[in-house]
């Protein structure tokens, strides 16, 4: 299967093409208000770089949220054009799972290790999700929450070991020292990855689990902020 991921929930902007061979190119520039002018040209060189076109996708995915409001609008309307053009499946894909994913990778996290991930969602508050490694994936572990710092959990009686990932982690001083001290490590620099996002992707896909083009639409979690926004 031949799969275009994109992402553009966080300050980077990335696309990224997972191959039937397995091997996955990447692009990715951190630019928080580039996104618009960078990702079709990105997903341009990939297929350049792989010698594919659009046509010869199977399926595509994206970074469905939370995050920024402006780039899931972004990724969103590329991808529904592309499908709609395209004719192809759509995965959405949590991004909280994909920096969880993303940490698995590159610290070589064990099987049955927690990743407690956190993004900071402004307005003095953190997207909150957490999940366990298995077989090399996230598995989520606990609905993914936007809450205040003070008020993040953990699985209540979970004796396994935990890391934290995510921008969300610069607020650990505010975090409850039962979460803080929980941890065996943090990463707050992790961010979202068009590349994590297709190996998430490609499980669902193959099984048929895309959605139609109007269907692919994002996960903000605080809808409200866009109501509040829209008064002042």
């Known amino acids: 299967m031949n799969l275009l991921a994109v992402d553009t929930t966080a300050d980077a902007c990335s696309a990224a093409i997972l191959m039937q061979d397995g091997r996955i190119h990447e692009r990715c520039i951190v630019e928080p208000r580039g996104h618009t ?4 040209p990105m997903a341009r060189e990939l297929t350049h770089a792989t010698g594919l076109s659009l046509s010869d996708m199977d399926a595509l995915a994206f970074g469905r949220g939370p995050g920024s409001f402006t780039g899931l609008r972004i990724a969103t309307g590329v991808v529904q054009g592309l499908a ?3 004719s192809l499946p759509v995965v ?4 909280l799972a994909t920096v ?3 940490a698995i990778r590159q610290h070589g996290l064990s099987d049955g290790s927690g990743i407690a991930v956190a993004f900071d969602a402004r307005m ?3 997207y909150w ?3 366990v490694q298995r077989d090399g994936l996230p598995e989520p572990v606990s609905q993914e929450c936007v809450v205040a710092p003070e008020s993040v959990t953990l699985p209540a009686g979970d004796g396994r070991p935990w890391f934290g990932a995510g921008s969300g982690w610069r607020l650990s001083d505010q975090f409850p020292a039962s979460v803080s001290q929980a941890m065996e490590a943090c990463y707050p620099d992790r961010i979202p990855h068009a590349a994590d996002i297709a190996r ?3 499980g669902p896909a193959e099984s048929g689990q895309g959605v139609p083009a109007e269907e692919a639409i994002p996960v903000y979690i605080r809808d409200e902020v866009a109501w509040k926004k829209s008064r002042s």
């Not at 002018?37 to 079709?40: G, I, P, Q, S, Y």
């Not at 959405?92 to 991004?95: D, G, I, M, Q, W």
């Open 124 to 126: 003095g508050e953190v």
């Open 100 to 102: 969880a994913a993303g």
């Open 37 to 40: 002018r960078h990702l079709l």
């Open 129 to 131: 999700g957490c999940f």
């Open 92 to 95: 959405p894909v949590s991004s």
């Open 84 to 86: 709609w053009g395209l």
């Open 200 to 202: 998430l992707a490609l």
